[in-house]
């Protein structure tokens, strides 16, 4: 089956500072999404990316979909960034079952 | 716009005893499923529904039954509630064949 692999998986980063989080992709996919799942647990969907660049204010990311990769961009990190980030890409079968990352743990410290 | 709405947020049992977790959305989405998260095993499907009145399982079905009899809700429900069933439980929906899901907040429960 389809491996999606997270790197690096722990990141300590200074308040203010940028930071780039990979995630490879075992077979060709025309779906990729990040999340962000906050210290309280919650999953939020970032970006919604099978292919191309798409920002949404400090935030941004890259998939090029022929080369099996995606890039999660953050820039000016703020505390409220920490979390654990998560690609995802989406079987296309009947179950629709989500295949995840392992995940890059991120602590943004002020 | 509510979106996935998931209730209750957090949820004390005693082991055997039985409860519902309600996933509700507002976005017509056809398809809805269920997930558990548990340290170190990441997310894990255990049912879904590609539409009313269809449901199927997925990775870890065993002590977990859910129906769907509108397009909006679709309860999971523990039978006799296990020590193993302590998990953090997201329903989430999509549109079939656009590859976008959407989760809920999710739902801590615990099994004493």
């Known amino acids: 089956g389809i491996q999606v692999e997270q790197s690096p998986p722990d990141l300590i980063l200074q308040e203010g500072a940028n930071s780039t989080l990979r995630c490879n992709f075992s077979d060709s996919v025309n779906n990729l999404q990040w999340f962000h799942q906050n210290p309280w647990g919650q999953l939020i969907n970032l970006f919604y990316?099978?292919?191309g660049t798409k920002q949404n204010g400090r935030l941004s990311a890259t998939t090029v979909a022929t080369e099996r990769y995606s890039l999660l961009y953050i820039s000016s990190s703020q505390t409220t960034d920490s979390g654990v980030y998560f690609c995802a890409v989406l079987l296309m079968d009947s179950s629709y079952k989500l295949i995840f990352g392992s995940g890059t743990r991120l602590l943004v410290r002020p | 716009n509510a979106g996935v709405t998931q209730t209750p947020k957090f949820q004390v049992l005693k082991t055997g005893q039985s409860m519902t977790l309600q996933c509700a959305q507002d976005?017509?989405?056809?398809?809805m499923s269920w997930y558990r998260q548990d340290p170190g095993m990441g997310l894990r499907l255990i049912h879904y529904?590609?539409?009313?009145?269809?449901?199927d399982q997925g990775e870890v079905p065993n002590g977990y039954n859910v129906s769907r009899s509108t397009t909006e809700d679709f309860p999971l429900r523990l039978l006799s509630a296990a020590p193993s069933q302590t998990s953090v439980y997201f329903c989430a929906s999509s549109y079939p064949g656009s590859g976008e899901l959407f989760f809920g907040e999710g739902s801590r429960l615990t099994v004493l």
């Open positions: 529904s590609v539409g009313a009145g269809i449901t």
């Open positions: 990316i099978p292919s």
């Open positions: 976005m017509n989405h056809e398809y």
